[in-house]
């Protein structure tokens, strides 16, 4: 089971960026469908990204499409997720998440889904 250790989070205006990483302990690869969430304070965890270079497949939440990117670096055992043009309904918790068997169309989105998840990052969007 990977270990993960968010980062990159902190507190930008509408219209700004960040970029998160995820940095896991071991060898993620294709082994690993990795996913971000976030979690506003009283809402449900909600999926943002996923991508399994296994499956080659990326996912993205409606709400998130055009704006924010998931990326991984093999090199590195790193995921990123760019986040740009940034609104104040993106502030929330941000929590990385690597499920062992993979992801798929249908659920990706659900957190029962992963096994391993880190300690969380907070982003602060100000309008």
């Known amino acids: 089971q990977v270990q993960l250790v968010e980062s990159g989070g902190g507190s930008v205006q509408a219209g700004g960026s960040l970029r998160l990483s995820c940095a896991a302990s071991?060898?993620?690869?294709?082994?690993?469908?990795m996913g971000w969430f976030r979690q506003a304070p009283e809402e449900e965890r909600e999926g943002v990204a996923a991508?399994?270079?296994?499956?080659?497949?990326?996912y993205y939440a409606e709400s998130v499409k055009g704006r924010f990117t998931i990326s991984q670096d093999n090199t590195k055992n790193t995921v990123y997720l760019q986040m740009n043009s940034l609104k104040p309904e993106d502030t929330a918790m941000y929590y990385c998440?690597?499920?062992?068997?993979?992801?798929?169309?249908?659920?990706?989105?659900?957190?029962?889904?992963?096994?391993?998840w880190g300690q969380g990052t907070q982003v602060t969007v100000s309008s």
């Open positions: 991508f399994w270079a296994g499956g080659g497949t990326t």
């Open positions: 998440a690597a499920a062992r068997r993979g992801c798929y169309s249908g659920s990706w989105q659900r957190p029962q889904a992963y096994n391993s």
């Open positions: 071991g060898y993620i690869y294709s082994n690993y469908c």
